[in-house]
């Protein structure tokens, strides 16, 4: 409990310190497996998030919206449509640098609620997937008394079924980021 509670509160500093999430997911999945890692990561990254996003509108809003508001001024109208599905599809989708993606919806003025709830649900299944490779490398580990060969790595069910997912997951972003941002 008190290593999962630490493990919550470095990756919410970690986003707020440094803005992304990338060894987070790995770490979480090498320390506390697929399911419990997928949980304390997802719940510290749009902690942390969520902290970042508060602390931009209220002292860089005006900052960020002069930088921004030109080139993602066709996304504004998307977002008063119905701000949570388009959100969690804005998480979903990526393809922004996540520090960036954190800040980048001062401009959209979303909810707070709408951030978090978003996030949680948009950033979940990519984060699943990195967690399990994290998860799949810490079996390999445990289980070989000398380090694996890169092959050997490729062809363990817990390393190559999440690169797989993570292909899949790709392609379905590419797909929903021509239908949602096109124009």
Do not use: H
């Not at 510290?44 to 508060?54: A, E, M, N």
Request: hydrophobic letters at 50%.
């Amino acid at each position: 409990f008190i290593t999962s509670l630490i493990f919550l509160i470095f990756t919410i500093i970690w986003v707020l310190l440094l803005g992304f999430g990338t060894p987070i997911f790995l770490v979480g999945g090498f320390i506390f497996g697929k399911w419990i890692g997928t949980i304390l990561v997802i719940l510290g990254l749009s902690c942390g998030s969520t902290l970042l996003y508060i602390l931009a509108n209220y002292f860089f809003k005006d900052l960020i919206r002069e930088k921004f508001s030109k080139k993602f001024y066709k996304l504004n109208e998307k977002f008063k449509k119905n701000e949570l599905i388009f959100f969690t599809i804005y998480r979903f989708i990526g393809g922004i640098p996540f520090a960036l993606a954190n800040i980048l919806p001062t401009i959209f003025n979303v909810k707070i609620k709408n951030f978090f709830f978003g996030s949680i649900i948009g950033m979940a299944p990519q984060l699943f997937i990195g967690t399990s490779l994290g998860s799949g490398i810490e079996k390999i580990i445990q289980t070989n008394s000398e380090p694996p060969s890169f092959f050997i790595l490729l062809n363990s069910k817990d390393i190559y079924l999440p690169i797989i997912g993570f292909i899949i997951f790709v392609f379905i972003s590419y797909m929903l980021r021509k239908k949602f941002y096109k124009n």
